[in-house]
């Protein structure tokens, strides 16, 4: 490991049989956890299957996923990442002069950051009224505002991070709903104020309830 830590992540050893964007949208819902992600990039070119870039606003989070995700198993096969070689032609290229010219890029990108946390302020406020007809704790979550493309896979990757997960249950024909099933309402609980109003894509926060018994 003598490549320098920096902001983006190199991932192999990935399932060659996923689609290329169900794949983005399945590191981008499991990378996302550890920070700001700027771009994802996967290619299906002979040489570059099985590969991908995770490019993140900070090298904290880059860190901080290659150790969490290490060997994680993904869509069947253990994940090995390591930090992308600083100068790989593919990200210069996909990010143009990117990394010489920070100053340009943050200034949006730290507006785009405050805006999520405003709306995450107000999201507890905002459901007084729906507090009050809370179910009470049981070991069964209720997940809401999925995105369309939702997978069971997507959300067992999300859930199983924490103990206790048994099982994600989708509805038919509803795409926007979900259930995920723990050992007990403690380890529900945990994963419930963990992951509420977590970002599966950018435009839809995931909204956590425990489920009617």
Do not use: W
């Amino acid at each position: 490991m003598d490549i320098r830590p920096n902001n983006t992540i190199y991932i192999n050893n990935l399932n060659e049989k996923v689609k290329k964007e169900e794949l983005k949208k399945s590191l981008y819902a499991i990378f996302s956890q550890f920070g700001q992600i700027l771009d994802i990039v996967a290619l299906k070119t002979l040489k570059m299957r099985g590969q991908a870039f995770v490019i993140f606003k900070e090298i904290q989070s880059s860190t901080n996923a290659l150790r969490s995700m290490q060997g994680f198993p993904f869509y069947d096969k253990p994940m090995r990442i390591q930090y992308a070689k600083q100068d790989s032609d593919i990200i210069c290229k996909l990010k143009g002069t990117y990394q010489e010219r920070p100053k340009k890029v943050k200034p949006p990108v730290s507006r785009d950051e405050e805006a999520p946390r405003k709306k995450k302020k107000k999201d507890p406020n905002r459901a007084p009224g729906a507090a009050n007809s809370e179910q009470p704790p049981n070991q069964i979550l209720f997940l809401t505002n999925l995105p369309d493309e939702t997978s069971e896979m997507m959300l067992s990757m999300l859930f199983n991070q924490f103990p206790g997960f048994k099982e994600v249950r989708l509805v038919p024909n509803r795409h926007d709903i979900a259930f995920v099933e723990f050992e007990n309402e403690l380890q529900s609980g945990a994963a419930k104020d963990a992951l509420q109003g977590f970002k599966i894509t950018p435009t839809h926060a995931m909204k956590i309830s425990f489920a009617k018994k």
